[in-house]
């Protein structure tokens, strides 16, 4: 199946008979696509739709074949040594079940050795920058957690928090506003809930009582003042409870 695949990305990157456009991309202008294709995979799972997942799980193996095509074209590797480097990977952080159980170190402790053997051996390593930055706040917290820079509850910080917003009334500037956001991450952290997931399901909360509220008005909605948009909003919130 894989081997059809690698074939017909091959074609469409052809100089000569392949697709202009394929053609003309690189590691820079693929990246984005490959970080869309990633957030519909988890779409379709949050959706329960299978028939969308299945698709989409297409669309990102699409994504790691045309890398690996064009790295095998500059000389780097192909798409077989990305599968062995990860199949090593799984099998040397897994020695419990593919080596020795008895003397397995621990999936943590196989990790920090991966780490320390590279050039940045900095707890904070391997955090990749093009992360949304919600999530990458909470892996960078997390890593700093493992080597005990942490506070010690959940009342750390919401403390933070307070403090955040007094410095935001203070200089509401992008800085104080990123601290402030930082702070609620770490709150959700130590509270055991994914902030991701917590932000997500804000959005489609705000999302479906939103276009109740458009449903209630019909076309005279953006004429309504704000005191009658509350209202509906309101309405919307207590339909939602029934």
């Known amino acids: 199946m894989i081997e059809r695949l690698v074939a017909i990305m091959a074609r469409l990157r052809d100089p000569e008979r392949g697709c202009e ?41 699409l994504q790691v074949v045309f890398h690996a ?23 040397r952080r897994h020695p419990h079940i593919f080596g020795d159980a008895e003397h397995s170190p621990g999936w943590e402790n196989i990790k920090a050795g991966e780490r320390a053997a590279k050039a940045d051996d900095s707890a904070l390593s391997g955090v990749a920058l093009a992360l949304p930055a919600l999530l990458r ?3 960078l917290q997390k890593r700093a957690a493992r080597v005990g820079f942490d506070w010690p509850d959940a009342e750390g910080p919401r403390g933070k ?29 130590h509270l055991g809930i994914d902030p991701e997931v917590a932000l997500r399901h804000a959005n489609e909360k705000f999302e479906r009582r939103f276009r109740l509220m458009e449903a209630y008005a019909g076309d005279d909605f953006p004429k309504l003042t704000l005191d009658e948009k509350e209202a509906l909003w309101q309405r919307a919130k207590a339909e939602e409870s029934l």
């Not at 990633?38 to 990102?60: N, Q």
């Not at 928090?161 to 506003?177: H, K, L, N, R």
Request: proline share 2%; glycine share 4%.
């Open 137 to 139: 706040a909470e892996k």
């Open 161 to 189: 928090i307070i403090e955040e917003i007094a410095e935001v009334d203070a200089d509401p500037s992008v800085e104080e506003i990123g601290d402030l956001l930082f702070a609620t991450v770490n709150w959700a952290r």
């Open 21 to 61: 456009w394929d053609v003309a991309q690189n590691f820079a202008t693929i990246a984005p696509y490959t970080i869309e294709e990633a957030y519909e995979v988890a779409d379709a799972i949050a959706r329960d739709d299978m028939a969308a997942l299945k698709d989409e799980l297409g669309d990102l193996q």
């Open 69 to 91: 095509r064009m790295a095998e074209e500059a000389g780097h590797f192909d798409l077989g040594d990305v599968l062995t480097a990860i199949s090593d990977k799984m099998e």
